[in-house]
């Protein structure tokens, strides 16, 4: 496809349901709740509050604290809302992690403020080397994780392309062997492990999911098992545990020296978790090199198409504030304003990953998202090939638009060798396959 904006069509051998038959704690209904009257104030248009968010991330750039404390402090009392629209919406979130910022680096001089301005900064002075403590809790994560799996199509687009690139790879072969790189739920496997039951004969599958959770690795093996059951797949699960404090992969790979049997095909998988290795370069490029010795038939990448990655502060906002604001837009256009999903979404899930761009640096920032280019750079210095998408992947994405998100805002593209999901003008989210 050549550009964003191109009309779905319709095509065979798109995606089940089989995934929420077999987890049935995936099916959500939308829950409403009642959202306070707006504030009363000034209202700003989309294209403003944008430009004064940039504004407050300027003057923070040139240490310019004093007066960004007090435009934070007026954006907040009459534009920001976790209960308006996507752009007050958004607002809130910045403004929030905008001020932890702020208040880590330098905090408010009630000489300084405003007196008929309320002072949105109630957060204590936090450790300049450890900005982001302030993590929502895990098991709130877990249920917005759910959430996005269900009512976007940014997880399961991620999910379906990547499964095509790896079952074109694996065809044929008797024995298949995927190492996925922090597996969570296991919601991805599924379906392919559907296609690969039908094959005749269908392959032995054996799946190696990481993760810093040991009990959620567990369950999620437990799950797969008993699909692959129901299946007759012969299938084989092993947990690799990397622990929230050492979460060096490339200690783990060699430590754990994953054993590859003679007759299996590798495929590695890598879904949007490559980039939260980017805070060290040597280390991600020591990781991708000893993925490229274990000699994989195929390395699937779902990363974010943004750029959260850059060393200036203000760059990094202005492009987190695009991004984020199609994010939020896509919400509002598939979720009614009373929806609880969409709040839960916006404040835990999202606004966990503004606070981090934002709001802290050095080591303690894990979203260091990147366009594809840089991974194609990345990659082919790692010894990587490009493999193009085939037609049926590009073809089962927009099904899965077309069937489950049929907003008209949602739009595919190709973007050299990798395919692009969008919102309106703005890309989001990137697929692509190497070996």
């Known amino acids: 496809m050549g550009s964003f904006g191109s009309p779905h069509e319709e095509e065979q051998g798109g995606p089940s349901s089989s995934d929420t038959h077999h987890y049935p704690h995936l099916h959500h209904h939308h829950q409403q709740i009642q959202p306070p009257p707006p504030p009363r104030g000034f209202a700003t248009s989309s294209i403003h509050a944008r430009q004064l968010l940039i504004s407050i991330a300027d003057l923070i750039q040139r240490s310019d604290f004093a007066a960004a404390h007090r435009l934070t402090a007026i954006l907040s009392s009459n534009s920001a809302s976790p209960y308006g629209d996507s752009t007050e919406r958004l607002v809130h979130q910045f403004t929030q992690s905008l001020s932890l910022r702020l208040s880590a680096t330098c905090p408010p001089n009630p000489f300084l403020s405003h007196p008929n301005i309320p002072n949105p900064i109630t957060t204590p002075p936090l450790p300049p080397n450890n900005l982001i403590d302030i993590e929502p809790d895990q098991n709130l994560l877990h249920s917005a994780y759910l959430i996005l799996n269900q009512v976007t199509p940014f997880i399961r687009f991620g999910h379906l392309t990547a499964n095509q690139a790896i079952l074109e790879a694996v065809d044929g072969t008797p ?16 379906l392919l492990m559907q296609s690969l039951a039908e094959r005749y004969p269908p392959p032995t599958v054996r799946i190696t999911g990481t993760g810093t959770n040991l009990e959620l690795l567990r369950r999620t093996g437990d799950h797969l098992s008993r699909f692959a059951l129901s299946l007759g797949l012969r299938f084989q699960f092993h947990p690799l545990l990397l622990h929230c404090n050492e979460s060096d ?12 049997l003679p007759d299996e095909t590798l495929a590695v998988n890598c879904v949007l978790y490559l980039h939260q290795l980017l805070s060290d370069r040597e280390r991600i490029g020591l990781f991708l090199r000893r993925i490229k010795g274990m000699n994989p038939r195929v390395v699937t990448v779902v990363e974010r198409e943004a750029s959260h990655n850059h060393p200036v502060f203000l760059n990094r906002v202005i492009e987190a504030v695009e991004h984020y604001a199609a994010v939020f837009e896509s919400l509002e256009a598939t979720l009614p304003p009373s929806s609880k999903e969409r709040m839960d979404l916006e404040i835990v ?9 934002v709001a802290a640096e050095g080591s303690n920032r894990r979203e260091r998202h990147e366009k594809f280019p840089a991974w194609e750079m990345l990659l082919r210095s790692s010894g990587f090939s490009n493999v193009a998408l085939s037609h049926f992947a590009l073809s089962q994405a927009k099904l899965l638009l077309r069937l489950h998100y049929p907003s008209e805002g949602y739009q595919l593209r190709n973007l050299g060798d990798c395919l692009v999901l969008g919102w309106q003008n703005q890309p989001l989210f990137s697929v692509s396959s190497w070996r």
Do not use: K
């Open 175 to 190: 024995s298949v062997h995927i190492i996925d790189f922090d597996i969570m739920h296991g919601f991805q496997w599924p």
């Open 249 to 260: 992969p490339v200690t783990a790979l060699v430590a754990a020296q994953i054993p590859i």
């Open 349 to 357: 899930w999202f606004g966990r990953e503004i606070r981090d761009i």
